[in-house]
């Protein structure tokens, strides 16, 4: 089947089979890297992106799911938001090995799109993405760090 696919402000017309996950049409097809393939089954979070500005994960989403919506990847231009937390995980030294930091910017950016002053509970509760370093502290400091800039 084709799809269009509206990704980081292009349109993309993709051929695929209904159910191909959205990150392989990402990486494979398209050559969006960013998104990283971590554990499959959208446990891990590594794999986020915006879908009409929701932070979803693609290793499970299906193609077919996504016609016709605005997807946002890291690769695309930053707006603010996404701006202040890049600086504010430099600030903060947020990533040891890296892998997992697309995936946890682009929830980040879809929590401070829905509240822009969280508390601690609330960025525990949205970002569930795994970091097998353990950087959780230094992330939950960076989103409050980047949501004060933006205040």
């Not at 697309?102 to 993405?129: K, V, Y």
Request: proline share 4%; charged share 20%; hydrophobic share 40%.
């Amino acid at each position: 089947m084709n799809y269009t696919l509206r990704i980081n402000g292009d349109t993309h017309q993709v051929e695929s089979e209904p159910e191909v996950p959205l990150l392989w049409i990402l990486r494979d097809v398209l050559g969006l890297t960013g998104t990283k393939f971590g554990c499959g089954v959208a446990a891990c979070g590594a794999c986020t992106v915006h879908v009409d500005g929701r932070a979803m994960r693609t290793c499970t989403l299906p193609v077919s799911a996504v016609a016709d919506k605005d997807i946002a990847t890291i690769e695309g231009p930053a707006d603010a938001r996404l701006q202040a937390l890049q600086a504010a995980w430099i600030r903060h030294q947020v990533p040891q090995c890296g892998y997992c930091q697309s995936g946890m910017l682009m929830a980040a950016a879809a929590l401070l799109a829905e509240r822009a002053q969280p508390s601690d509970a609330d960025i525990d509760r949205a970002i569930t993405n795994i970091c097998r370093c353990g950087t959780y502290q230094r992330v939950r400091r960076a989103i409050h760090d980047a949501a004060g800039k933006l205040a």
